[in-house]
């Protein structure tokens, strides 16, 4: 194909040679198309998270992988900022910054602050039943095995393979932080991960935060609440 291309653009070909080489063109996509569409069915055969690996392959085909994987680089008021460190500290203090924004817009003028301090609270209102091995083992068996971690660095798939072994620690933790009202202080940090959302990649602006939990804090029952 691409020796067909330099002589259309060397020669000056007959109409029979330029209609060969459209039509080779047009064999050529079919036959591309086709192999393309036989590995994209092997990988996702073979893949262990087959819904992971189509939107991998969609995202590919769209262009969204290569600005996903990309190294974040922003613009500055003195230019664009490479230094992985700086572009950290800069993303850092946007985050910030933007929680405190929202938090300064979404507070309560001062006559609902009075009116709150006046409501009677109740501090036996919430029942919590004590936590099941089985329920522990049945939400350990739902994690689907990500290969992100938290700040504590334990990923999911190896707390599935070790479900056996922990579980039994896992439900006396957990009834214990429940009994005396403690929360693991570990449980309260979050690995917080720059996420593109659209538009200028060099603009701070089109970047949001994602919160990634330790992977215990997710073995939470929601249901006694």
């Given at each position: 194909?691409?020796f067909l291309n330099s002589l259309k653009r060397r020669f ?214």
């Amino acid at each position: 194909m691409r020796f067909l291309n330099s002589l259309k653009r060397r020669f000056n070909l007959s109409r029979e040679a330029q209609a060969y080489i459209k039509k080779y063109q047009i064999t050529y996509k079919k036959v591309l198309k086709e192999t393309k569409k036989r590995e994209n069915d092997r990988l996702i055969g073979k893949a262990s998270n087959k819904t992971k690996k189509i939107w991998q392959l969609i995202n590919k085909q769209i262009g969204k992988c290569s600005i996903m994987n990309k190294k974040i680089e922003l613009m500055t008021a003195t230019g664009i900022e490479t230094d992985p460190q700086k572009v950290t500290e800069l993303l850092n203090a946007h985050f910030v910054e933007t929680v405190d924004e929202i938090i300064r817009q979404n507070k309560y003028p001062p006559h609902t602050q009075t009116a709150q301090l006046k409501i009677e609270y109740c501090p036996n209102s919430i029942v919590m039943l004590p936590i099941t091995e089985q329920e522990v083992d049945c939400v350990i068996r739902r994690l689907k095995g990500k290969f992100s971690a938290g700040c504590d660095e334990i990923q999911e798939y190896i707390v599935k393979q070790c479900a056996v072994s922990i579980k039994g620690p896992l439900t006396h933790i957990y009834n214990m932080s429940i009994n005396s009202g403690t929360f693991p202080e570990l449980f309260k940090v979050a690995r917080v991960k720059p996420l593109y959302k659209k538009g200028d990649t060099y603009s701070i602006q089109n970047y949001r935060p994602i919160s990634i939990l330790p992977v215990f804090l997710k073995n939470s029952r929601k249901d006694n609440v």
